[in-house]
């Protein structure tokens, strides 16, 4: 029932790198640590890797599914596959959560082109002739000048600006041209340089109270909050419950093993991460500084001085920073396609206004709402201010939602027959212990687990 009619990534490689590029961004270079740092470490850590493998490869898996099947944007799909119109909600609540991330999304990648600029300007220069303290001092008051906090908004607005304009020009060349190239090339440099990071950090004094902190899981600092976070961790680093999964894998060639894509993109996920977390804690114990309290700033105040009195530093810097600002693009570009692909699919709007339309709105509405000092940057919802709410309803709320649809859709409404077929690519795949194993789980552990942790962060259980 394929249609290989639209563009399609060219290669298996092309698929795993295109997938990874939407996973890997400023979740785990810039979230992961603070959400490590603000939830107390090792235990945290623990959490959010089972809920990896128990929510997010199956989901994974399942979004795979319905694309490839179906080779449809995130709301055409269920139209293909006749389903009942109830679980179109997925793919509007999809578009709904990729417009509130890159509301805030792109204001942090802004902050990362910006950081690629100082560099090169030589902001950071100064930072070899001060002592500990003092430079944790100015990276923080550099970090806070950044985002608009410390004096005006104008300059991450601009940023912002600019980030969106890059991404659009990219995805606006296509699929193959765009999205395969970038990621294909840059991806593996950003691998190589956090592992410099990590060499260096090593070797600083606090190194080894930063890896306690990592792996040595206090279980005691787990709270129903704390849960809930992890697991919409889980769901943003691997781009799931809103479609994007399911809008790439309808580009993905016939012959990609839909079940091991899920696990080797995971599992890489997760080594990034990782090796982002191992190069920022030392410093933060190494510099006096404090893991709960660090907040969002975390990665801009301890990069800068993991560099400063490396030889090269400045170089080194400005390179990591580069390669973030990649990251951050590919999964941007994973976040726009969603809308996009909706847009020219089912509106039949074409390609390039789809991309500007939706710019256009992600642009003002960000603009307008997540610096502080714009027009609403100070309104509050609840306890948070817009950025933190945005975060907030699509990691712990809408993305987690939409996971626990797809697995009961996946789970109890899709023909087992159709399934099992397109996951083992006709019977060419022997998947039958693995697709035993998959089904067991999306039929009943996700969609339970993820129940468990909203009756819990709604204070109906305990645990
Ligand atoms: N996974 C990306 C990250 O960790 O930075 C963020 C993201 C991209 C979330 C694409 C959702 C998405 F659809």
């Known amino acids: 029932m394929e249609k290989p009619k639209r563009e399609n990534f060219s290669s298996g490689i092309a698929v795993f790198f295109a997938t990874l590029g939407s996973a890997l961004g400023l979740g785990n270079m810039w979230k992961f640590p603070y959400l490590v740092g603000n939830n107390g470490g090792g235990a945290f850590l623990f959490v959010y890797l089972i809920c990896v493998f128990l929510l997010g490869i199956p989901v994974m898996i399942s979004e795979f599914f319905i694309g490839r099947h179906t080779r449809k944007n995130a709301i055409g799909a269920f139209t293909e596959l006749k389903a009942n119109p109830f679980w179109k909600c997925i793919g509007y609540m999809g578009i709904l ?7 805030f999304y792109t204001d942090v990648a802004g902050w990362v082109y910006s950081y690629v600029f100082r560099g090169i300007k030589g902001d ?16 923080q008051s550099i970090f806070l000048n950044t985002t608009g906090a410390g004096n005006s908004a104008i300059n991450p607005m601009i940023w912002q600006l600019i980030v969106l304009v890059v991404v659009s020009l ?14 294909k090339t840059l991806l ?11 060499i260096r950090a090593l070797t600083l004094q606090g190194s080894k109270e930063g890896l306690n902190f990592l792996f040595n899981p206090d279980f005691s600092k787990l709270n129903g909050s704390s849960i809930m976070t992890a697991m919409g961790l889980a769901f943003f680093k691997l781009s799931l419950g809103m479609g994007t999964m399911i809008t790439y894998a309808s580009y993905f060639t016939n012959d990609n093993n839909l079940m091991r894509t899920p696990i080797k993109v995971a599992l890489s996920d997760i ?5 982002a977390g191992i190069a920022i804690f030392p410093v933060v114990f190494s510099f006096g500084m404090k893991p ?22 400045n170089l080194l810097l400005i390179a990591f920073f580069f390669l973030t600002a990649i990251a951050a693009t590919t999964a941007l570009i994973s976040l726009l396609e969603v809308p996009v692909a909706f847009l020219s699919e089912e ?36 306890s948070r201010n817009l950025f933190d709410f945005y975060d907030f309803l699509t990691s712990n709320i809408l993305m987690p939602l939409g996971g626990f649809l797809i697995a009961l859709f996946v789970g109890y409404v899709v023909n087992k027959n159709t ?16 697709f035993k194993l998959y089904q067991f789980v999306i039929r009943y552990i996700t969609p339970i687990l993820v129940l468990l942790v909203f009756l819990n962060s709604l204070q109906i259980i305990t645990f």
Do not use: W
């Open 419 to 434: 399934l099992y077929q397109t996951l083992s690519n006709n019977g060419t795949l022997n998947i039958a212990v693995s």
């Open 97 to 103: 959560s990729s417009l509130f991330i890159m509301f």
């Open 271 to 275: 080594m990034v991460s990782l090796l």
């Open 292 to 313: 709960e309290g660090s907040g969002m700033g975390l990665l801009f105040t301890t990069v800068p001085l993991i560099f400063m009195k490396l030889p090269f530093g």
């Open 124 to 139: 950071f220069n100064i930072l070899s002739s001060l002592e500990s303290t003092k430079a944790a001092n100015t990276t």
């Open 188 to 198: 593996p440099i950003l691998f190589i340089l956090v592992i410099i990071c990590d």
């Open 170 to 183: 990219i995805i606006i060349a296509g699929v193959k041209k765009g999205i395969e190239k970038v990621t």
């Open 347 to 382: 509106l039949k709007i074409n390609r390039t206004k789809s991309v500007i339309i939706i710019s256009s709105i992600v642009l003002i509405v960000g603009i307008l709402t997540v610096h502080p000092g714009s027009l609403f940057g100070n309104a509050m919802i609840g």
